[in-house]
């Protein structure tokens, strides 16, 4: 039931910035009304990438996000992400789902400047598409998030540090997480950018579980942004190492991506 209405407000939230995109993604500036803002931003991803790995259970990564600012107060904001992913493989057809993955969260901010701190609430559903699954795989973290915009010169940066713990977990043996990420955005015309980004996760690990120490995953992408009238365009290479890439077996997989990413209601 939970990944039937994580799935279902995922696509709440991906109509609702189709229909119309009106913030920049992760907006820390402050709400231009004296007074409280209802739904004042929506911002959609849709992306899909080829996997480069000699491995049949691994082929594609597609995922749908909806991101939505519930109430902006001025000095913070109610915010709720949605995500789907699923993995494609080749094992029973060209294109076989075998997996997908569902996250939500939800945090409310505290603008600082060019800064956001927020508190966070975390939830990760995991299942296998077209095969008999008989428990149960997801976490539940709470924790804290820092945001900064800068722009140096003609770049524009965005970073994010995040520290959670786990309050609920099934079948998995994580204990907390920390992650960073950083991007960078360049413009070389009005309609094209070139991007990059980087991050780090740190996993900590009940060693009385399944015996492992501390995980470490890790992504970095490099690409071309195309700006459209309501819309842009992504185009990227990327490396990821990710921990525990299969449901049910643990261990972290690494491959190259070639993909694309469609997004509204960013720049």
Do not use: C
Request: proline share 3%; no cysteine.
């Amino acid at each position: 039931m939970r990944g039937v209405a994580a799935f279902w407000l995922v696509g709440f939230l991906v109509t609702a910035s189709a229909a119309r995109a009106q913030s920049p993604a992760g907006s820390q500036t402050s709400s231009s009304s004296s007074g409280p803002q209802f739904l004042p931003g929506y911002r959609a991803r849709l992306s899909a990438a080829r996997l480069d790995r000699n491995e049949e259970a691994y082929k594609w990564d597609a995922r749908i996000s909806g991101d939505i600012d519930l109430v902006d107060y001025g000095r913070g904001r109610i915010n709720i992400f949605g995500e789907y992913e699923v993995v494609l493989g080749s094992e029973l057809r060209a294109f076989d789902p075998n997996q997908s993955l569902y996250t939500l969260d939800f945090r409310a901010t505290h603008r600082l400047g060019r800064n956001e701190v927020a508190g966070l609430f975390h939830h990760i559903s995991r299942h296998l598409s077209d095969r008999a699954k008989t428990l149960s795989v997801d976490w539940n973290l709470a924790g804290a998030e820092f945001q900064r915009t800068e722009a140096v010169g003609r770049i524009q940066m965005e970073g994010r540090f995040r520290g959670a713990w786990i309050v609920r977990r099934t079948y998995v043996d994580y204990r907390w997480q920390i992650d960073g990420r950083l991007r960078l955005l360049r413009p070389m015309t009005p309609r094209i950018r070139l991007l990059a980004e980087g991050s780090i996760d740190f996993v900590g690990i009940d060693s009385s579980i399944a015996g492992r120490n501390n995980q470490v995953g890790a992504y970095v992408e490099g690409g071309t942004r195309f700006a459209g009238t309501d819309g842009s365009l992504d185009l990227i290479l990327a490396f990821e190492r990710r921990v525990d890439a299969d449901v049910l077996a643990r261990g972290p997989k690494t491959w190259v991506m070639v993909g694309f990413r469609l997004l509204s209601g960013e720049r």
